[in-house]
C-alpha cells in the first residue's frame, strides 16, 4: 500500500531549529508536499519537492530523498504561530496522500 | 486574486440526508480535488477532477459523487449520510492536476447527527 509516516508530535522553543521527518512506503509519486494546518484551518502549501535535493523558503526548507524514501520538513527561528499541525503529502499524479500529520508545540 | 472558494462553511444534517457541497477554484486552475478530513488525521482523498472529466477517485462508497461545470467549479454530492461522514470537507486546486502545487479551500465542516 501507500502510506506515510511522521512522528505524531514534537515540542520546541521559541528561536530554536525542529526537524519533522517524514518516510513513506510507495512508489511513483510526483514530488513530496509539505502543508502547515491550524486548527479548524485549511493545510496551508509550504513547499514541493519534485527533484532531490532542498528547497528552501524563507525560515522553511525542505529535503527530499527518493532512493531513500524519505523526506524532512526543517523549520529555522522558531515562533510561537508555528505552532499547528504539519502534514508531508505523496503526489500520485495529482492525488495526494497524506501522512498522518505532526503537531508541533512552541514553548516561550 | 482570491483563493479557493468553499460553501457553505458549516453545515448540520440528520443521518440519511443528502447534502451538496460547493467550491470554485483558483482563477485558472482547471483541477479540483476533494479531500475528507476527519478530526485528528490527514485528509483522505476522494476525487480528482480535470476539464470535467473525473482523474481519480479514492476509497469511498458510491454514496460520494461529484461533478466539475465548465467554469471549473465542482461539486461534491454525499447521498444517506451517516455518522461517520462527519467531518471537514477540503477542496484543493491546480492547474492541471498532476506533479505540481494544490491549493486547498477554507473546507466545509459537516456534521451529521
Known amino acids: 500500500g501507500q502510506s506515510l509516516e511522521q512522528p505524531s508530535e514534537v515540542t520546541a522553543v521559541e528561536g530554536a531549529i525542529v526537524q519533522i521527518n517524514c518516510t513513506y512506503q510507495t512508489s511513483g509519486f510526483y514530488g513530496l508536499s509539505w502543508y502547515q494546518q491550524h486548527d479548524g484551518g485549511a493545510p496551508t502549501f509550504l513547499s514541493y519537492?519534485?527533484?532531490?535535493g532542498l528547497e528552501e523558503t524563507g525560515r522553511f526548507s525542505s529535503f527530499l530523498s527518493r532512493s531513500d524514501s524519505y523526506g524532512y520538513l526543517l523549520l529555522q527561528e522558531l515562533q510561537m504561530k508555528d505552532s499547528a499541525s504539519y502534514f508531508c503529502?505523496?503526489?500520485?499524479?495529482?492525488?495526494?496522500?497524506f501522512g498522518q500529520g505532526t503537531e508541533l508545540s512552541v514553548k516561550p | 486574486d482570491a483563493g479557493v472558494t468553499q460553501s457553505p462553511t458549516h453545515l448540520i444534517k440528520t443521518r440519511g440526508q443528502q447534502v451538496t457541497l460547493r467550491c470554485s477554484p483558483i482563477s485558472g486552475h482547471k483541477s479540483v480535488s476533494w479531500y475528507q478530513q476527519v478530526l485528528g488525521q490527514g485528509p483522505q482523498f476522494i476525487f480528482q477532477?480535470?476539464?470535467?472529466?473525473?482523474?481519480g477517485r479514492g476509497n469511498f462508497p458510491d454514496r460520494f459523487s461529484a461533478r466539475q461545470f465548465p467554469n471549473y467549479s465542482s461539486e461534491l454530492n454525499v447521498n444517506a449520510l451517516l455518522l461517520g461522514d462527519s467531518a471537514l470537507y477540503l477542496c484543493a486546486s491546480s492547474f492541471s492536476g498532476g506533479g505540481e502545487t494544490q491549493y486547498f479551500g477554507p473546507g466545509t465542516r459537516l456534521l451529521v447527527l
Open positions: 477532477y480535470y476539464e470535467k472529466e473525473e482523474r
Open positions: 519537492n519534485a527533484l532531490d
Open positions: 503529502a505523496g503526489d500520485l499524479s495529482g492525488k495526494l496522500i
